[in-house]
């Protein structure tokens, strides 16, 4: 195993999980990587590391430029496993290691390892001088845990920014420039929708903070290293932290039991469609949720049917809508639909979810609903009354 090295006296020490299918939850269909990096100093260094599993990958790749039994200082920039959960085996090797991280980190790590290591506290602001190079510390909590900091080498003019900006991506490339661009945004959407986006105000102090330094590359803990599209992915930040949307996109997400349900899916997507707005149609039993979530990110009007079950939502959609409360998108229209036996209570409880501010505080179009199974007139009133409400908007 190969370290990769970045600059002068900085490698890339990671690891390649090209399995990897699900994080907590989120599909991760090009699995990831959980980025490490040694700075070769008068203090030798390591940010993060990886999670439990992949430890002797890493291992190899220290010890491809070092005998990791220099490591004088591991940066902690955030203790969710995937980057702290190889520190019993790195410590046993290195158990004077001086461990820098800020408060709620080191509160953390002893409760996950409970081990008494040589910790450092930083606030945000310090710096530490490793040798040639300084490091300085900038807490950003919430993105993505209380914790989460991001480390600055001025010298260097580089951002570790741990999971902001990062994106799951296996590959044999460390750089965003030698992979198609438009995946690396499309995967830094999905990781921003799945994994930031309920914290996009602390993301705005995030973008506020990193606005003054000077950087010329942006270290993430997952996928690629942002060395020539910086402005793309800060600008992509901006606009994703400010819950900007596509007024011309809709997206319509259902689950069916005997098909009216999805039929008046189709017929709102008609509806949007000679409005000129673009409606995706998305039922549940189809496209993964986390996927859904990515499309979220753009559409200004968001759908959501289901038929009346047990007097509830069916349990698709109500997985559907607790993971989109969960991740709070703002600024959006809502519709509420569906199709009922006798008593209906899907279509207001959806309407309430989407439109109440305890639930996704969405502006809400009227429901659609229809008593049993629609037919073609039914359908065309239904098309109608969305077409006017919005020509109205
Ligand atoms: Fe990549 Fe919040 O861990």
Do not use: E, K, T
């Given at each position: 195993m190969k370290a990769y090295k970045l600059r002068d006296n900085i490698y890339w020490v990671g690891v390649i999980d090209?399995?990897?299918?699900?994080f907590h939850g989120y599909i991760t269909p090009r699995g990831s990587t959980y980025n490490a990096y040694l700075i070769i100093d008068e203090k030798v260094t390591l940010i993060d590391n990886v999670k439990y599993y992949l430890f002797e990958e890493m291992l190899a790749r220290i010890s491809d430029v070092i005998d990791p039994h220099q490591i004088d200082i591991i940066v902690q920039n955030h203790i969710e496993m995937d980057h702290s959960s190889s520190l019993p085996n790195l410590m046993k090797i290195i158990p004077n290691a001086t461990i820098y991280s800020n408060a709620n980190a080191i509160k953390g790590l002893k409760m996950h390892y409970h081990q008494d290591w040589n910790f450092q506290e930083i606030r945000s602001g310090d710096f530490i001088n490793i040798g040639n190079n300084d490091l300085t510390f900038l807490t950003t909590p919430?993105?993505?845990?209380?914790?989460n900091q991001v480390t600055y080498c001025p010298q260097e003019k580089?951002?570790?920014?741990?999971?902001?900006?990062?994106?799951?991506i296996a590959s044999n490339e460390r750089f965003e420039k030698d992979f198609p661009l438009d995946l690396v945004i499309e995967e830094a959407k999905k990781y921003y929708a799945n994994i930031v986006l309920p914290y996009s105000k602390q993301v705005q102090k995030v973008l506020d903070s990193v606005s003054s330094l000077e950087i010329n590359m942006i270290a993430p803990s997952h996928g690629l290293i942002w060395t020539e599209h910086i402005p793309e992915i800060l600008n992509a930040y901006k606009i994703w932290s400010n819950n900007i949307t596509d007024n011309r996109n809709a997206l319509i997400i259902y689950d069916t039991m005997w098909n009216s349900t999805e039929k008046i899916a189709f017929t709102i997507a008609e509806a949007f469609e000679n409005k000129g707005i673009k409606a995706k149609i998305r039922n549940l039993q189809h496209t993964h949720i986390s996927d859904i979530m990515t499309e979220v990110m753009d559409a200004k009007y968001i759908c959501v049917g289901s038929p009346t079950i047990n007097s509830s939502i069916l349990p698709t959609v109500a997985a559907f809508m607790s993971y989109l409360q969960c991740l709070a998108p703002k600024n959006r229209i809502g519709l509420a639909f569906g199709s009922y036996g006798w008593s209906g209570q899907s279509i207001p409880m959806l309407h309430k979810m989407l439109g109440d501010n305890t639930g996704c505080g969405f502006k809400m179009l009227d429901p659609a609903q229809v008593h049993f199974i629609p037919d073609k007139e039914i359908l065309e009133q239904i098309r109608e009354n969305i077409e006017q409400q919005l020509a109205s908007i």
């Open positions: 090209w399995n990897l299918r699900n919430m993105v993505h845990w209380p914790d580089l951002l570790f920014s741990n999971d902001a900006f990062g994106q799951h």
